[in-house]
C-alpha cells in the first residue's frame, strides 16, 4: 500500500523567512513519481512540480526549492523568502507505474502556510 | 489553452437526492480522475476515464458512479445523497498516455448536504 506522510499540519511565518514543508512516502514500487500541489482558498490545486523515482536531483524554481532523498523516502519542499500570496495549503503527493494506478494520486493530509506581512 | 473547467461550482441539496456534476478537461487530455475532499478524509481519489471507460475506482460506495463521453468531457453522480457526502469534488486531466502523468486540476464543485 502506498502512503505520504505530511506530519507538519500548519506552519506560520513571518513574511521574508523561508519555510520548509516535510514529505515522506511509503511505496513498494521502485518506479513512482511525487508531486507538489497548491490549494489557494479558492480551491483549485495547482501543479508545482513532479519527479521520478530515478532522479535524487535537487530542483530550484524561482524561490521554491525542493529536496528529494530517496534513501529516507523524503521529498521537502522549501519556499525561500515567503510573501504573503504564499499561504495555502501545499499537498505531497504519489503515483506509480502499477496497473491499478491509472489515474490515481495518493495524496498527504497537506500542510496549512500562513504568511503574515 | 484553457484550464479543466467544472460546472456548477457551488450546489446545495437535500438528503435523498442525486446530484450531477461536469468536467471538462483541458484539451487533448483523454482521461479524467475525480476526488472527494473534506475536512476529516482529505484527498480521496474516486475514479478514473479514459477513452469513455472506467479504468481505475477508488474505495467509494456505488451511490457514486461516472461516465465519460466520446469529447472526453465527464459527469460524476452521486445518488441518495448524505450528509457525509458534502464535499469539495474535484476533477482533474490529463493525457492518459502513462499512470504518472501530471494531473491538472479544476477549480472543483462544492456541494452541500442539508
Known amino acids: 500500500a502506498q502512503k505520504v506522510t505530511q506530519a507538519q499540519t500548519e506552519i506560520s511565518v513571518v513574511e521574508k523567512e523561508d519555510v520548509t514543508l516535510d514529505c515522506v512516502y511509503e511505496t513498494r514500487d521502485t518506479t513512482y513519481y511525487l508531486f507538489w500541489y497548491k490549494q489557494p482558498p479558492s480551491g483549485e490545486l495547482v501543479f508545482l512540480i513532479r519527479r521520478n523515482s530515478f532522479d535524487e536531483q535537487n530542483e530550484i524554481s524561482g524561490r521554491y526549492s525542493w529536496n528529494f532523498q530517496k534513501s529516507t523516502s523524503s521529498f521537502n519542499f522549501t519556499i525561500t523568502a515567503s510573501q504573503v500570496v504564499d499561504s495555502a495549503v501545499y499537498f505531497c503527493?504519489?503515483?506509480?507505474?502499477?496497473?491499478?494506478?491509472?489515474?490515481?494520486?495518493?495524496f498527504g493530509a497537506g500542510t496549512q502556510v500562513v504568511v503574515t506581512p | 489553452k484553457a484550464g479543466v473547467t467544472q460546472t456548477p461550482r457551488y450546489l446545495i441539496k437535500t438528503r435523498g437526492q442525486q446530484v450531477t456534476l461536469s468536467c471538462s478537461p483541458i484539451s487533448g487530455h483523454r482521461s479524467v480522475s475525480w476526488y472527494q475532499q473534506t475536512p476529516g478524509q482529505g484527498l480521496q481519489f474516486l475514479f478514473e476515464y479514459f477513452s469513455e471507460t472506467q479504468r481505475n475506482k477508488g474505495n467509494f460506495p456505488g451511490r457514486f458512479s461516472g461516465r465519460q463521453f466520446s469529447n472526453s468531457r465527464s459527469e460524476m453522480n452521486v445518488s441518495t445523497l448524505e450528509l457525509g457526502d458534502s464535499a469539495l469534488y474535484l476533477c482533474?486531466?490529463?493525457?492518459?498516455?502513462?499512470?504518472?502523468?501530471?494531473?491538472?486540476f479544476g477549480p472543483g464543485t462544492r456541494l452541500t448536504v442539508l
Open positions: 482533474a486531466s490529463n493525457p492518459g498516455q502513462t499512470s504518472t502523468d501530471t494531473q491538472y
Open positions: 503527493a504519489l503515483s506509480s507505474v502499477t496497473t491499478d494506478s491509472w489515474g490515481k494520486l495518493q
